[in-house]
Every structure is written in C-alpha cells, then in structure tokens.
C-alpha cells in the first residue's frame, strides 16, 4: 500500500506503508544511530514525534523485547529508508512490521530520508502528516500542519501510579545489598536510568511526573533523579514549581535531558528550541571540569541558553563539542548536577554512564 510522508511547507515523499495505516500528525525529526532502533521506538522522550531513521537499513537483527526501554512504544511515526523483513539475531522475537502493527505505529519505507534530513537540517523541524490517503488535499493539509503543536506529551508517558524496584529487577543482581534509596521523578524516564542505579546498591521510587515535592520528601531519599522525557519543558510549570522545593531541600539530585532543562527553568535560566535538535549515539561532549570528551547518547530538541544561567546559582560543566551548546550544569553550593544527554546509554555508547558513579558519592557524602 502506498503512504505519504506530507511536510508543512508542500513537500510530499511517496513509499509503502509499514506498521499501522492510520494516519497521524507529529513534529518530524531525525535520527542518526545506526543501531537501537528498539530503544529509539521505546524511549518516551520521542513523544510527539514521528522519527526519521538516517541509517538507509533498519530491522536486520529484530525485535528483542528485553532491550525495550519502557512498556510501549511512544513515537508517532516511524520512517525509514528500508525495513528489512529479515533478521539474523538469535535473540529476534519479532519482526519490525510486526511490532509496529501491535503498537499501533504508522510508518513509511522506501523515500529518500537523506533528502527528508537535509530538509530538516536546513529548515528545521517542522510537522508532517503521514498518511495512506492518495486523495489528499495539500493545501488543506498543511494548513492543518501549520496549527499543529506538540502538547501534554509529558502526563501521556509517566508513570501513573509510584512504582517501586529493587535489586534483581531488570535482570540486575539481586543479592546486590541495598545502601541508598533514591526517589525517580518520571518526566518520560527509561528502564536503564533505575538498571543503572540497581547495579549500584540502591532501591529506587518511581514517582509521576506532577507529584508534590513534599510527598517525595517525606519518603527521605538518600538522592533524587529527574529523568528524560518529551516536549518543551516550559510546558511543565507544576513540575518546575515542584523542582524549586526539591532544590532547597539539600538532597542530593542529578537530572537528565528534560530533567536538566526544568532544573534550570527552575532555578532562573531559559530554555530555546533548537532548528533541529540532537539525536543519536555519538555526540562528543566535554567536561570542562577534567578535559575529557565522552561520546554520547542524545535525544533533545530544546537546550539550556547559557547567557541566561544566573551568576552564582550554576555554572556550566559540559558542553557539545561540535556546536558549543550546554550539556550540563554543576549547581553551586549544591549537591546537584544536570546534563543534556544520556548517561544511561541504551542505545548508544556508556562512557558517560561513570556520572551515575558521581551521584553514588554525592549520597555517601550527605549520610
């Protein structure tokens, strides 16, 4: 069956339709990892988004389903240059189609999405319709385009209820000893972030995006995480309002992606939408603390304007080194740090992954 992928400033790519015909609307964006395919379609911070595969191949080894890095999938849409019908994994469960069909994913294979992410990168993201219906009206579908914003992304993928792991979930060890205990608040946050802190000893909470700073506190954590998650965070006033008390409180806490930009928004600086955003698995960012330059894992449309972080509440501590945006913040007289991208990994590379190691001393340190 024939799809098309409609931009809103006229441009209409034609292929096939894979996953679900039914047609949808969404912010089109990018992605340039030639790997975790899986973890792209599960991370909730691709709400809102239909995401456009750079690598021309994507399917070859499968679906694994104990590389998901939540319950569903999020994306909008999924588009891709050709989606193999084969795989060669001896741990595949499932074809790509097929997953796309059971969640309910439209997507289109076989247009050029070299030339879709030149558009992208020279305009800027910009809404696109994907849809199976040849009798479209362009004009009217892009008007439509134009008015389209990306809204309530946030309270679509959080956790609705607290949800509580130990060591042993997750595949993790479980004769781990448990020594900290740390309270996640669920902005759109991935299965690796707890993993990550499973492996280090700690029971961890998982709590909803607009709980009140005061029900978590009153659980005395030993350190709080704010994770990933999707859309513009000035969206978020109740979470940013709750991030304020949390700020006073002297708990150690390290956030993440989403979660740096409401710390900051929180404490005075702004936010801005970037043209296109980073999204893929090898941006080099550096530490301006030590000098290194790790390769990251990113996914995030909006950044941090460093002119705006106010003097002598933070300061910056890392920084992409391909175009000079802020990557972190190191919270001055706090036991806080945030960063853009993802230490967690999954997919992508875990040189950073040693920051997680930073928050288990920043709680030893505060006992």
Do not use: W
């Not at 441009?11 to 894979?18: D, E, H, L, N, Y």
């Not at 998650?229 to 304020?244: A, M, T, Y």
């Amino acid at each position: 069956m024939k799809a098309y992928l409609i931009l809103e400033d006229g441009t209409v790519f034609t292929g096939k339709s894979i996953g679900s015909t039914r047609e949808v609307i969404s912010e089109i964006i990018f992605n340039t990892s030639m790997t975790g395919y899986l973890e792209v379609l599960t991370d909730p911070s691709y709400a809102g988004q239909a995401v456009a595969m750079t690598y021309p191949l994507i399917g070859n080894y499968g679906i694994c389903r104990r590389d998901m890095e939540s319950k569903r999938s999020s994306v909008d849409g999924f588009i891709v240059r050709e989606l193999s019908r084969l795989s060669s994994n001896f741990r595949d469960e499932q074809s790509v189609q097929d997953f796309l069909v059971e969640q309910d994913i439209p997507g289109i294979e076989g247009i050029d999405t070299r030339a879709l992410t030149k558009i992208l990168r020279e305009k800027g993201t910009m809404n696109g319709m994907i849809t199976t219906n040849a009798a479209y009206d362009l004009d009217a579908v892009t008007s439509q385009l134009k008015q389209y914003s990306v809204l309530g992304v946030v309270d679509r993928v959080t956790t609705k209820e607290v949800v509580s792991y130990r060591p042993g979930d997750f595949d993790t060890d479980s004769s781990i000893p448990i020594t900290k205990k740390v309270a996640i608040l669920d902005v759109g946050t991935k299965y690796n972030i707890a993993r990550c802190l499973l492996r280090r000893g700690c029971e961890v909470m998982v709590y909803p995006a607009r709980t009140k700073a005061e029900d978590i506190l009153a659980e005395n954590p030993d350190g709080i995480m704010i994770t990933n998650g999707p859309g513009d965070p000035k969206d978020c006033g109740e979470v940013i309002g709750n991030l304020k008390i949390l700020y006073a409180s002297d708990i150690p806490i390290f956030a993440i992606c989403l979660g740096h930009q409401l710390m900051a928004l929180a404490m005075g600086a702004d936010t801005e939408k970037m043209k296109y955003g980073h999204r893929g698995a090898n941006h080099p960012v550096k530490d301006l603390e030590t000098g290194r330059v790790y390769i990251s894992s990113q996914n995030h449309g909006y950044v941090v304007k460093e002119d705006t972080v106010p003097e002598g509440v933070a300061e910056t501590a890392f920084v992409n080194v391909n175009d000079g945006t802020v990557e972190g913040l190191r919270y001055l007289g706090k036991n806080i740090f945030t960063v853009q991208f993802h230490p967690e990994a999954c997919a992508g590379p875990k040189d950073s992954e040693i920051l997680f190691e930073r928050f288990m001393s920043m709680m030893k340190e505060e006992a």
